[in-house]
């Protein structure tokens, strides 16, 4: 808002010297003055307004499925913020997708390590791809993101893990990228592995690669979906409810749950073994208070919050002898989108544990009739 305003004085004509130089001072002060209360008036109105603005913001109750409605007076930088109003007001701007070293083709399968920008932290990250072989189709090929699980970051290889999901479905016509979350991997120099839960962090290099897959003329823009195991579940999840551009999203052994349920009965191992995951997590409970005694703040972190916004149809597979993560998260899952009508699967395989090993299978051929319905 721009504030003008005019100071206006009249002086009558005088006819001695002395007289006039005694009125010219008087005008020099006046002015002066009453500028000076105009700028200690303006002050005090503008931080009124501020301190109306900021209560309005704090007190505004959640709405559920209205993330890009909500005013957010916050960290310009929208895409840190834990509250999903706000991050969803973020832009993760990024480049087509370029190949840093082709690995081979084995089983049919095309395997590459790829790199990727993260513009909105002036990152260069990195991850592996795996595409079928022969032509490309016309609209390029559907992809699969997979957004994997722990690791300690400073263990963590970029051949690491999933490697068999990855090479079933690019067998079955898929392009799957599994990014190196910031600092570990072949990114480990590219920032810090600040961990899922109490950073926006790998979601933004998430967001990020959804970007860079817009810009990457081989791979299907329209055709965009996403896979996560454990803590990549989480990270999968709430990067559906942040882009309406997802498809599908396919959820393994997922600390899914109410924010209350979270913090009271889980602690993440890898905010246990990944001190700089842990430091941020004490960090945000000191400042915001925890779940319990501060449920108003902590609901508008949570995607099973958000599930109204979320364009994408859901699988969710879990095991219940899970000892890891615990599995009434998922349960808690299926009903709030049970409530909301929500085209979903939800898929309990008993005895089975954390790792889902036993059921692979079965979950690859699940996943494939919603990803490619017909080409399984």
């Known amino acids: 808002m721009a504030i003008s305003y005019k100071i206006s004085t009249m002086a009558k004509r005088q006819t001695k010297k002395p007289k006039k130089a005694n009125n010219q001072k008087k005008l020099t002060q006046k002015p002066l003055l009453s500028l000076g209360l105009v700028i200690i008036a303006m002050a005090l109105y503008l931080g009124v307004v501020w301190f109306y603005i900021t209560q309005s913001y704090q007190s505004q109750p959640l709405q559920s499925g209205h993330l890009a409605s909500a005013q957010a007076f916050s960290d310009p930088d929208y895409s840190k913020s834990l509250d999903l109003r706000i991050a969803a007001k973020a832009s993760y701007p990024s480049a087509a997708i370029q190949e840093v070293k082709d690995l081979g083709i084995d089983g049919g399968v095309d395997t590459q390590t790829v790199s990727f920008v993260v513009t909105t932290d002036h990152l260069n990250e990195y991850g592996l791809m795996t595409t079928p072989t022969g032509a490309v189709p016309s609209g390029g090929w559907p992809v699969i993101i997979l957004c994997h699980g722990y690791y300690n970051p400073d263990q963590y290889t970029t ?6 999901d990855m090479d079933f479905y690019s067998q079955h016509g898929f392009a799957v990228i599994k990014p190196d ?4 991997g072949l990114s480990k120099d590219q920032g810090s592995p600040d961990g899922a839960y109490y950073s926006m962090a790998y979601n933004t290099d998430v967001m990020s690669l959804i970007s860079a897959v817009d810009q990457t003329s081989y791979l299907n823009k329209h055709d965009v979906n996403l896979w996560g195991h454990s803590m990549g579940a989480y990270i999968a999840l709430r990067a559906a409810v942040l882009s ?3 498809k599908n ?12 349920d979270m913090y009271s009965d889980y ?3 890898s905010d246990q073994d990944n001190p700089v995951a842990l430091r941020l997590r004490d960090s945000a409970l000191l400042k915001y208070g925890t779940p319990l005694n501060n449920p108003k703040f902590w609901d508008t972190t949570a995607p099973i919050d958000y599930l109204d916004h979320l364009s994408a149809n859901v699988q969710i597979n879990v095991g219940s002898a899970d000892q890891t993560v615990p599995p009434k998260f998922s349960a808690e899952l299926d009903n709030a989108l049970n409530k909301l009508n929500k085209s979903h699967q939800y898929y309990v395989y008993a005895g089975d544990g954390h790792s889902l090993s036993d059921e692979l299978p ?8 919603l990803l490619a319905p017909g080409t399984q």
Request: avoid cysteine; aromatic fraction near 8%.
């Open 159 to 164: 051949e690491t893990g999933y490697m068999a």
């Open 181 to 184: 979350y910031r600092g570990q």
């Open 244 to 246: 309406p551009s997802i």
């Open 249 to 260: 999203v396919i959820l393994l052994s997922g600390p899914v749950g109410t924010p209350q």
């Open 267 to 269: 602690m993440a191992i």
């Open 362 to 369: 079965t979950i690859w051929q699940r996943s494939l009739a």
